[in-house]
């Protein structure tokens, strides 16, 4: 792309109603957020379980930077990995019960480390068609040949792990969706086929399962089915970073050989206190995924008698179907001027003609705010009706 390609292409981008503009989004309080001057109900942050402002999550931060400092000053192997990282780690594998966690910066690059550390050229990497970005990238990295299926489409990946993959890697909530991968299926799959397969699991973990364990705990699967966890802490935990649990001998390779971990500055040892804070409340704090699954009920049902198109999703991510990316713009525009911020997710996050308002629902909403969304949704519509007649 040379530098006169560029407005050509901005143009191209802004005509398809695919122009991509930030926000200026201030957090007040809970779901609350300050957008243009006026304050809103956030309905689009991952932020499922309302911890990301929690009191306690905010003081372990505080005392985590005060006996910490704020920058880790180094990578793991280096001087970065304090008692802070060293306890979530161990926290995070009795969690997940499994026998090691590993600390990575972010999601994006524990899947590009992971993926490239396990295979390589000549290696076959299976994936859903609908999988997160980061595992779609991490094959390209690994230079492995990556095989897609169908989304959900069980026989599509018995196929292609036939072929001789060496790993299948899957979301177990999918991101844009809200729906979960057919696990127990795919694990038997993986097994026959002896690759490993790889969960990551951003949107199911504090979630799902009553101990909030996740898509994992959901279907009641361990190590011996799911070999390879990866979890992000940015959104149920509402702090921030990523990690792989798994065996012994799995956490000392990657150690070794994943680029993605090695070659980075460790999250801040405060972020590290904040998350075993955070950790602690999911842990303690069933009522929030109770009151999660009474907002989704509740939003599913006042969608539903709307005529809204809504997915086949049971999870806090409840998109409501449009399909044309500026008609979805257009929507997202209007709701915002009715007080509620829903971002739409357009190709090429989402498959071209599947553009989406992809509405989140957080245990910091309350009854009434999902309510003022369906009243929104409402107005809107009547809008339309009274513009096309
Ligand atoms: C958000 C997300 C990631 C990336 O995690 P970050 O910590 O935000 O980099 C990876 N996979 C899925 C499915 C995600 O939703």
Redesign the pocket.
């Known amino acids: 792309m040379k530098r006169d390609d560029l407005d050509r292409e901005l143009e191209r981008l802004a005509a398809e109603g695919l122009y991509r503009r930030r926000r200026v989004v201030d957090p007040t309080r809970g779901a609350l957020q300050r957008v243009d001057g006026r304050e809103v109900v956030g309905f689009c942050s991952n932020d499922y379980l309302g911890l990301a402002d929690h009191p306690e999550v905010v003081k372990a931060f505080r005392r985590g930077a005060e006996r910490y400092g704020v920058g880790s000053g180094a990578s793991h192997l280096i001087t970065g990995h304090t008692p802070a990282h060293h306890a979530l780690e161990e926290e995070l594998a009795a969690f997940t019960g499994r026998p090691r966690a590993l600390l990575f910066s ?3 690059m524990a ?1 590009l480390g992971v993926i490239s550390a396990l295979t390589g050229r000549g290696d076959t990497v299976v994936e859903d068609r609908l999988n ?1 970005a ?1 595992l779609i990238d991490a094959a390209a990295l690994a230079a492995a040949r990556l095989r897609r299926y169908r989304h959900n489409d069980v026989a599509g990946a018995v196929a292609r792990l036939a072929e001789g993959a060496a790993l299948i890697a899957v ?1 177990g909530v999918f ?1 844009m969706d809200g729906d979960l991968a057919p696990l127990p299926e795919l694990a038997a799959a993986a097994k026959v086929a002896d690759a490993w397969l790889m969960v ?1 699991d ?2 199911g973990l504090g979630v799902l399962g009553a101990r909030g364990g996740g898509t994992l705990e959901h279907y009641g699967l361990g190590l011996e089915e799911v070999p390879i966890l990866m979890g ?1 802490l ?2 149920g935990f509402g702090t921030f ?2 990690f792989i649990a798994g065996e012994e001998a799995l956490i000392e390779y990657l150690i070794q050989r994943a680029r993605g971990y090695i070659y980075t500055t460790a999250m801040p040892a405060a972020v590290a206190e904040a998350t075993r804070a955070a950790l602690r409340l999911v842990e303690r704090e069933g009522w929030r995924r109770d009151h999660l699954r009474t907002l989704i009920a509740r939003f599913r049902r006042g969608a539903a008698r709307l005529g809204a198109r809504l997915m086949d999703s049971t999870t806090p991510i409840q998109p409501l179907f449009v399909g044309d990316p500026g008609a979805a713009t257009r929507l997202s525009d209007r709701l915002l001027e009715r007080g509620i911020l829903v971002t739409a997710i357009r190709p090429p996050t989402v498959p071209k003609g599947t553009a989406r308002l992809r509405v989140t629902l957080s245990a910091a909403h309350t009854e009434g705010d999902v309510d003022r969304l369906l009243d929104a949704l409402e107005a809107c519509r009547h809008e339309d009706g009274s513009s096309e007649g």
Do not use: E, M, P
Request: net charge negative.
């Open positions: 972010t999601g994006y899947n997160h980061s979301d991101s990551d951003a949107h992000t940015g959104k970073g990523a």
